[in-house]
C-alpha cells in the first residue's frame, strides 16, 4: 500500500505537469517540460515494475485467505498492473514511446497536407509495436486475441465479442433513427446558435453551469480550477481536479457543454472514495464508465428540456441579447440537433456513436489482418458513407482526423461508445430509484441525481470492473435498450416523428 | 552528468509544483500538494546521497589531470553537494524537516498573538537541530565555526569574519546616511503614492515594465510568465521563469517595484549559459548574488531618475489620473524615500540592510551560545533602537517578523546585504564599462545594461564562487565603498544636503 500510495501521489505530480504544459506554460519551456514528464514516467515505469513488488504481491497470496474483499481487489489490480507492466520488454516500451512523439508528429505533417502517405510508413510500424506488445498482454492477461488485450487496456474485461453484439445492434438502431430524424417535418433552428456572446460574458455563464453541477472552483474549499485550452480536458482527482473549456464568440454553447461534460468527469474523480485514497481500488473504473459520467452530465441532464428551461433565464439575465426572444423549446431542439458530419469531435449525440463504430470496425481488422494499411482511406471513407450518409473529401477530414492512432491508442476508441450506453443503462435505473429528477431539474435540483451518481457510480472507485459495475448498479447486462429508448423519445419530441 | 541532468529535471518538476501550490492550486488539494512534494524531495534525497554517485566522482578524481576547468568545477560542485548531503544523517534530515512544519505553525501562532514564549520551545528546538548538523558541516566543509558551515550554505565560501568587516562599515555608513537624511530639510511628499489605481491598469503598468526589462511573457517564445501572489516571489530557470506580484490600489510603486525585483532574478536566470544547463555550473551562483541581480534592476535600474523620466509619460497615459500633475523628481523622491520603520519587507534601500545586520550579529551570537533563546527579544529591540532608533512595541513587529529562523534558516539573512554590496560593484564597474548607460536609460535602453549584467554576472553560472565571480567581473574585493557612494549621492540630490 505504501508503494501504491507512492505511484499514486507521483503519478498526480505528473499529472499537474500535464496540465500546466497545456494551460499556463511559457511556450519555450517545451522542451524542458519534455524532459520532466520523461524523467517521472521512467521512475514511474522503474517503481511499477521493480521485482520487489513481486515479492510482495507473492507474500500477498500466500495470505489471501485472511484478506477482505476490498484488499482481494486490490491485490488484483496491482498483480494484474505489476505482470503487464513487467512483461513488456524495456526495449519495446522505449521503442514505443519514442516512435510515438515521431508518429504524431508526421501524423500532424500529414493531416495538415491533407495526405496519408505521409503518415503510412509511422503508422504502419506503430502497428506493428502495438501488436508486438497485444502479443505478450494476450498471454498476461488470458485475452482470445491481440485486439482483446488491448481493448482490455481500457475496458478491463471487455471483448470484441461482446463488443461486436451491442455496437451492431447500435449501428443499426442508429441508422434507422437519423433516417426518422431526416425526414422529419420539423427541423431545428440552428441559426440561434451562432448569436455572438464575448467571451467574459461566457466565462459567467460557465460559472453557472459549474455552480448547477456543483463543481466548486472559487470558495475557500473549492477543490476544483476551471481554465482555457483549444481542446477541452479533465485532470486530477479527489481534492485536486482541474478542468478545461474553450470559447469561441460565435458559438457559445460549446463552451455550457464542454463545461457539462468535463464537469462530468470532474465529478467522478471528486466522488472516489474517500477512505480508497492512494489505493487502486480508489481509482476510477474504466474509460468507458468515465466517458458515461461525463456524457450523462453533458447531454442527459445538460441537453434536456428539464434542465434548459431552468438555466434559459439565468443565461438570459448573463447575456440578454444573445438569448432575447429565444424560448426553452427552441434552445432545447437546436442544443440537440441532428447533423450527420465527418468529424467525430462536432458530432451530435444520436450520430456520435456511428463515429466510433466505423473506427472501432476498421482497427478490428487491422489486428486481425483483414486490412492492410494502405487500405485504410478507403475502409473509412466507405463506412462514413454508409453509416452517416456523408462523402469525405480528403484524408485529413477522414482517415487523419484523430490523434489516437499516432500515439498507438488502439481499442481506446468503444470506450467512447460503451460510455453513451452505459449512461443510458443509468438513467433508466436512476428514474426508477429517483422517480422526481426530472421534475426536481426543471426547478434546478441537480443534487438527487449527483447523489444516485455518487452513490452507485463514483462511490465504487474501481471495486469492480466495468461490467460488474454496470451489473451492480443497474442489475442489467449490457444492453443498448435503454440508451436507445432515451434517443428515440428525446428526438421523436422535437422533430415530432 | 546524467544523474545531475535528473536531479536538475525531478527538482525544477518540483519548483513547477511549488509555484502551482502559491499561484494556482485549489485550496482544498493542500495536503495532496505536500504528499506530492514530500514524495519528490524524499527521491531526490536518495539519488542526491546514493552512494554510487561516491564511487563515480572518486573516479573522476583519479582522472582530474586530463579535466578541463569547466570539468573540474562541476566535479567540486558535486563533490562538495554529495559529501554534505551524504554525511549529515537520514534521522537528522527526517527530524529537521518534521520540525519545520511544526515550528513554522507554532510560529505563525506565536507571532498572530505577538507572543514570542508560545514560539520559544520550537525555536530553542530548531537551533539545536540546526548547531547539530552545522557541527557536521563544519568538518565536511572545513569551516573555523558552525556559524560558517551555516553561512556558507547560502554564500559559499563566505565567512563571519570577512561579514564583520563589511558589515560593520556598512551599519556606520548607514547610520550616519539616516542620520542626515533625517536632519535635511527638503523631505519628499509620500502622499502621491497613495493615489488609487485599479488593479486592472496597475496590470497594463506591470506590462510596461517587463516590456521594458525585457522579460517576455506573451509572445510566441516566452520564457515566462506573471502572477499574483501574496508574497512576492520567482522560480525557474533557463526558458522556464515566472515572478509573480501583488497589487495594492492605494499602493501602485509596491507592484512596479515587485515586478523590478522579481524581474531582476527572472533575468539572471534567464541568462545563466545555455551550454552548461543541466550541469552544476550552469546554476546561479549564490543567494547573494542573486539578491544583487534583483536589487540592481530593482533599485539601481528602477528607482533611477533615469528610469522612472522614462517609465512616467507611459505610466501617466496607462493611468491618467494617478500621474496626473505628478513630476519625474516629485516621484523619484517618493520611490527613494528614506523611513525607518520596524518590519524588512517594507523597508527602503537606505535601511533594509540596518535590518539584515539586527538578525546576522544576533544569528552569530546564539550560535556562538553568547545569547539565550529568552534574551532574543529584548536583544533583537535593543538593536532596532540602536541602528534604526525605531521602538519595537511587541514581539510580532519584533523578532517574529520574519518567517526564515523558523524553517531553520540561519545564516541567510546575510545574502540580502551582501546583494546590495555586489551591486553597488556591479554598478561601479559597468559605469566604467557603458558610460553611457544613465542616458540610454532615460531615451528608454535597458539593453546596455542587460548586457553588461550578461555578460559579467548571469553568462558566469556557477563557474566561480561569489567572492571570486565579484572580483572576476570588477576587478576588486570586496568593498562597500561604491554602494555607499552610490546611495549618498542619490540621497543627496533627493534630500539635497
Excluded at 182 to 203: C, E, N, Y
Excluded at 376 to 389: E, H
Aim: aromatic share 10%; proline share 5%.
Amino acid at each position: 500500500m505504501d508503494r501504491s500510495k507512492e505511484l499514486f501521489v507521483l503519478g498526480s505530480a505528473a499529472g499537474i505537469l500535464y496540465w500546466d504544459m497545456e494551460t499556463k506554460m511559457p511556450p519555450r519551456a517545451l522542451p524542458l517540460r519534455g524532459e520532466q514528464l520523461s524523467a517521472l514516467e521512467l521512475l514511474l515505469h522503474k517503481k511499477h515494475t521493480d521485482p520487489e513488488v513481486d515479492h510482495l504481491l507473492s507474500a500477498c497470496e500466500k495470505d489471501i485467505g485472511s484478506f477482505n474483499p476490498v484488499q482481494k481487489r486490490n491485490l488484483h489490480l496491482l498483480r494484474k498492473s505489476y505482470d503487464e507492466s513487467a512483461r513488456l520488454p524495456d526495449s519495446l516500451v522505449m521503442e514505443t514511446a519514442k516512435h510515438q512523439s515521431k508518429c504524431n508528429g508526421s501524423w500532424k505533417k500529414a493531416k495538415a497536407a491533407k495526405d496519408f502517405k505521409m503518415f503510412r510508413d509511422d503508422l504502419e510500424k506503430m502497428i506493428d509495436l502495438r501488436e508486438q506488445a497485444a502479443e505478450i498482454l494476450m498471454q498476461v492477461k488470458g485475452s482470445s486475441t491481440p485486439y482483446n488485450a488491448l481493448l482490455d487496456e481500457f475496458e478491463p474485461n471487455m471483448t470484441a465479442e461482446r463488443i461486436d453484439v451491442v455496437f451492431s445492434g447500435l449501428r443499426d438502431g442508429l441508422v434507422k433513427l437519423i433516417d426518422k430524424v431526416r425526414s422529419a417535418d420539423k427541423q431545428p433552428d440552428l441559426s440561434i446558435l451562432s448569436r455572438k456572446v464575448p467571451v467574459d460574458v461566457q466565462k459567467r455563464m460557465s460559472k453557472e453551469v459549474m455552480d448547477f453541477i456543483t463543481f466548486d472552483t472559487t470558495s475557500e474549499n473549492a477543490g476544483g480550477r476551471l481554465d482555457e485550452t483549444e481542446h477541452p480536458f479533465s485532470t486530477g482527482s479527489y481534492d485536486d481536479v482541474r478542468i478545461t473549456t474553450h470559447y469561441y464568440e460565435d458559438r457559445f454553447i460549446s463552451s455550457i457543454f464542454s463545461v457539462m461534460h468535463e464537469g462530468g468527469h470532474a465529478l467522478y474523480e471528486q466522488g472516489l472514495p474517500r477512505e480508497w485514497q492512494y489505493q487502486p481500488v480508489g481509482s476510477a473504473c474504466s474509460y468507458g464508465i468515465h466517458e458515461s459520467q461525463s456524457r450523462f452530465v453533458e447531454n442527459i441532464i445538460g441537453r434536456s428540456p428539464e434542465y434548459i428551461g431552468h438555466a434559459l433565464p439565468r443565461f438570459r439575465k448573463i447575456a440578454p441579447k444573445a438569448f432575447h426572444g429565444m424560448s426553452s423549446k427552441d434552445l432545447v431542439s437546436a442544443a440537440n440537433a441532428v447533423c450527420p458530419s465527418k468529424i467525430r469531435i462536432e458530432a451530435d449525440e444520436v450520430t456520435y456513436a456511428l463515429h466510433i463504430i466505423v473506427r472501432y470496425e476498421i482497427e478490428k481488422e487491422i489486428f486481425a489482418h483483414k486490412v492492410t494499411v494502405d487500405e485504410l482511406p478507403q475502409l473509412w471513407n466507405q463506412k462514413y458513407s454508409d453509416y452517416l450518409g456523408v462523402k469525405v473529401e480528403n484524408d485529413g477530414e477522414g482517415v487523419l482526423q484523430d490523434t489516437h492512432w499516432s500515439g498507438g491508442s488502439f481499442g481506446y476508441f468503444p470506450s467512447y461508445a460503451l460510455g453513451n450506453i452505459y449512461s443510458g443503462m443509468f438513467l433508466e435505473k436512476m428514474s426508477k430509484d429517483v422517480p422526481g429528477w426530472r421534475s426536481g431539474l426543471h426547478k434546478g435540483e441537480f443534487a438527487p441525481v449527483l447523489q444516485w451518481l455518487r452513490q452507485n457510480v463514483h462511490s465504487k472507485g474501481n471495486f469492480y470492473d466495468p461490467a460488474d459495475l454496470v451489473r451492480v448498479a443497474t442489475g442489467k447486462e449490457l444492453t443498448i435498450v435503454p440508451f436507445m429508448k432515451y434517443l428515440e423519445k428525446k428526438m421523436s419530441r422535437i422533430y415530432e416523428f
